[in-house]
């Protein structure tokens, strides 16, 4: 047997050039990770995170959580429906947790990966709504939707490269021998609807899961479509073109009824559309940074535009998600803008932390989960790519004795709005810091109002006349564009 996995590695290095030449964009970005060497700045974090895990552990196996924001009993949205959704948070979490946690989780995959319906390959598309534990901190009485096909052709491949991130980060790589053919199977009924920028990790998963197992046709065809995909991808709007129709109209993953037309005109300025971006690993992101960085830029300001506040959970924005006249932002909304500000825009990590002020919507809020960890990993002294082929993934270093509140960096400004409620006029004060910055106020729908830059200390006079009674969202911005402060101005 030895002999044998030793031929096929021969070959499979005997052949590298020439898939390379076949496959020169997928050949970039397929075989690296990116991994931190020590962690500083991030122990209150790294405690957030230990105490949520600490709930999935004691909850045992979860069901999807139903989000309703709206008024109307059938109206159903659900998050977190893909079998082995949770492996991807749990890989994420993984160096950061104890050692009694990190054999605790050992278990607890062990479980989802042998519970029929659970697993990452699962028949089922969407876990049962109405098995394992309720995510909900506060759970219906009555569970509504049982039934519904809300979500049936959503991405679901992503949940392979969860998969694999768990095997990498928590070196259980046997994992990916033992289920081989289940994963393969898996990757063999999915891979044609795997178009988006989050499901692509899955042909890179295939492909770096096929390498380890000596499958050499496989990942020559992994590869392959991840050249595609990666091909198509040079446009976004060829991926949004997927979005909202899918491969035959009545299988688009994001504009069907009832509940998932998030592509219908009515929600048009009201709603981000960033649901491309749902579920994207670091690999695809760096593609998008290298390629697509002016069209993702463009995509990602105006999203922030209509929901400026979008890491606040459950703001009570219009953007009729979770139903027609539904009000609040569920965690999508992390998983959306969070992977474009840390990977590609490569937002300063004290800027991320102020976006961690939320808290999730429940018990293994996946997304936010995730953009917690994306966080403590933004506080790494360095990040190195690593090729996954021949690298293990490294012990992460915990410096314990530097602390975030130690350091300058975290002093941000602080505003006034005088008045707040305000009438006709009001005033923006910045006392207490030097430099440029740029303002800026928006209404509910994201549309602005009015703008500037100025050189604080300031203070600056906005006239609010024939402004609509409502509240906006004035913020405070580094000329880099990056969020520093933010306040509510109310109208009467």
């Not at 948070?89 to 278990?107: E, F, K, M, R, V």
């Not at 009729?320 to 992390?334: Q, Y």
């Amino acid at each position: 047997m030895r002999n044998i996995r030793l031929s096929i590695l021969l070959c499979l290095s005997l052949s590298g050039p020439l898939l390379h030449a076949q496959t020169p964009l997928a050949d970039e970005y397929a075989w690296y990770f990116p991994a931190p060497d020590t962690i500083r700045m991030a122990g209150d974090l790294i405690t957030t995170l230990q105490e949520e895990v600490d709930k999935i552990l004691q909850a045992g196996p979860l069901a999807p959580i139903r989000l309703a924001f709206g008024d109307l009993y059938w109206e159903n949205y659900f998050q977190y429906q893909e079998p082995g959704r949770i492996l991807t948070t749990l890989a994420w979490a993984w160096p950061y947790l104890t050692a009694d946690q990190q054999a605790s989780t050992l278990d607890y995959v062990a479980n989802e990966l042998s519970t029929p319906g659970r697993a990452t390959w699962a028949t089922n598309y969407t876990l049962p709504r109405d098995q394992g534990a309720r995510r909900e901190l506060y759970p219906s009485t009555h569970l509504y939707g049982i039934e519904s096909n809300f979500g049936d052709y959503r991405p679901r491949l992503h949940t392979l490269y969860g998969f694999w991130l768990f095997c990498y980060r928590s070196g259980q790589m046997s994992l990916m021998d033992t289920y081989y053919e289940e994963l393969k199977a898996f990757y063999q009924s999915q891979h044609n609807s795997a178009k988006l920028y989050g499901d692509m990790n899955g042909h890179l998963a295939m492909a770096r899961i096929a390498y380890h197992h000596g499958d050499l046709q496989m990942v020559s065809f992994a590869m392959q479509r991840l050249q595609e995909e990666l091909n198509d991808g040079l446009q976004v709007e060829n991926k949004h073109a997927f979005a909202r129709t899918g491969l035959s109209g009545w299988d688009a993953p994001y504009n069907r009824l009832p509940g998932s037309d998030m592509y219908d005109p009515r929600k048009d300025g009201l709603l981000y559309r960033g649901f491309i971006f749902l579920n994207m690993g670091p690999e695809v992101a760096r593609f998008l940074k290298d390629s697509c960085y002016a069209q993702v830029d463009s995509m990602h300001q105006a999203g922030k535009r209509i929901l400026p506040m979008w890491w606040l959970m459950q703001a009570p924005y219009f953007p009729r998600w979770t139903g027609d006249e539904s009000i609040g932002v569920p965690t999508e909304a992390f998983g959306m803008y969070h992977p474009v500000e840390t990977w590609i825009m490569e937002t300063p990590a004290n800027t991320l932390r102020r976006y961690m002020r939320s808290s999730p919507t429940g018990i293994g809020d996946c997304y936010w989960l995730e953009a917690l960890v994306q966080t403590i990993e933004a506080y790494a002294v360095n990040t190195t790519w690593m090729d996954v082929r021949d690298t293990d993934f490294p012990q992460v270093v915990i410096d314990e004795d530097i602390t975030s509140v130690e350091q300058p960096d975290m002093v941000l400004p602080t505003f006034t709005l005088t008045p707040n409620p305000a009438k006709e006029n009001v005033a923006l004060h910045l006392p207490d810091w030097r430099g440029t910055v740029h303002w800026s106020v928006h209404n509910m729908k994201g549309e602005l109002m009015a703008h500037g830059t100025a050189e604080a200390p300031t203070q600056i006079s906005i006239s609010l006349r024939r402004w609509a009674s409502g509240s906006y969202v004035c913020m405070i911005e580094s000329l880099e564009g990056n969020l520093m402060a933010s306040k509510i101005l109310l109208i009467p």
